[in-house]
């Protein structure tokens, strides 16, 4: 197999497995759970079913179509780019596993932004939501919530009377996708973009012989 093919085909494996289990998670959580169940597996991590409108970690910074839109116009561009670069012989494998990451990371919440408004309903707590309802979802298409759960209250300590707990937040496995592919690229592949574009741009000015 070709380097080229090579790197490509791992990035799409990588892409593919990220999506696969960030929505089986998701999925067995939101027909699992009701909202806010807490579920303890261990004392410093636990399940905690939650919903969000925003973006990693809870944060909400415009709106929500704009947002969804944002994101695909952003996966686009990644995969645009991981199917240019994974030709150039001086982008390293790992620079590629990043880009894919992040890449598999962003499609994963997307994919609750378009579609889980429309595929769940969104019962009262104790209930838990139902796939496909027949009375339909919640809310409509690009209008979906981004399902999270993975917590890890890993240690609480008082300051001047006031309990403050390490770590609060709760993400999913696509959130995890994104930090640890963009910690990965400024840590150890940062001068790969710099050899990405050079390569690029070469190739454009340089076309292959056929």
């Known amino acids: 197999m070709k380097p080229a093919n090579h790197k490509g085909l ?9 999506i696969v289990a960030d929505q089986a998670l998701k999925i067995w959580v939101k027909t699992h759970f009701y909202f806010g169940e807490d579920y ?10 939650i919903e969000n409108n925003g973006m990693a970690f809870g944060m909400e910074l415009t709106s929500k179509i704009i947002l969804t839109m ?37 499609l994963g919440n997307i994919i609750d932004c378009v579609f889980y ?17 027949p009375d339909g979802g919640y809310s409509t298409w690009f209008e979906g919530r981004v399902v999270d759960m993975l917590y890890f209250p890993l240690f609480t300590v008082d300051i001047a009377g006031h309990s403050w ?35 690029f741009i070469h190739r454009k000015k340089t076309p292959d012989p056929q």
């Open 165 to 199: 707990e390490f770590f609060q937040y709760i993400f999913n496995i696509a959130d995890s996708a994104i930090c640890v592919g963009v910690f990965a690229l400024i840590l150890f592949y940062s001068r790969d973009f710099s050899r990405a574009w050079e390569g």
């Open 70 to 106: 944002g994101r695909l116009a952003a996966v686009a561009l990644l995969i645009w780019f991981i199917s240019r670069v994974r030709r150039l012989p001086r982008v390293r494998t790992g620079f590629m596993v990043c880009i894919a990451l992040i890449t598999a990371g962003a």
């Open 10 to 18: 791992l990035a799409l494996l990588i892409i593919l497995a990220v």
């Open 40 to 49: 303890p597996i261990t004392s410093w991590f636990h399940l905690k079913f």
């Open 117 to 133: 408004g429309e595929i769940f309903n969104n019962p009262l707590p104790p209930a838990v939501a139902t796939l496909f309802p």
